[in-house]
């Protein structure tokens, strides 16, 4: 720990006139092999739930915003292929989210959430 430290304050006193932002400062000590302060990333996952059960489904977290919406579009078309498509009163998909009205008003969701975690 005094050796990460002292590393951490050679950074500091090598840029002193610079002004960091926390998340700045953590990805440039994280570069420099120091592990001092949590890194934070951007990560998507798929939300998805409806109103027959209490249930709501999350995905794990995608790195990419294109895998998460790979997943939403497999999860649209696992709802709609319990149905026929007679059954379907509405269905709408966008690069976001998706909704599905069925027969009796039953209403599936889902949407593309990005949450933030921390790089280890």
Do not use: C
């Amino acid at each position: 720990m005094t050796e990460q430290l002292k590393r951490i304050s050679e950074i500091l006193k090598s840029n002193p006139h610079t002004t960091w932002s926390y998340e700045d400062f953590a990805a440039h000590l994280y570069e420099k092999g120091i592990r001092a302060l949590p890194v934070k990333a951007k990560a998507y996952v798929v939300v998805s739930a409806d109103n027959v059960s209490y249930d709501i489904q999350t995905t794990e977290a995608f790195a990419d915003k294109a895998d998460a919406y790979k997943a939403l579009l497999a999860a649209y078309n696992d709802i709609l292929d319990t149905y026929d498509s007679d059954q379907v009163e509405e269905k709408t998909i966008t690069e976001d989210g998706f909704s599905i009205t069925v027969v009796g008003d039953d209403l599936y969701y889902g949407s593309i959430k990005e949450i933030e975690v921390e790089v280890k």
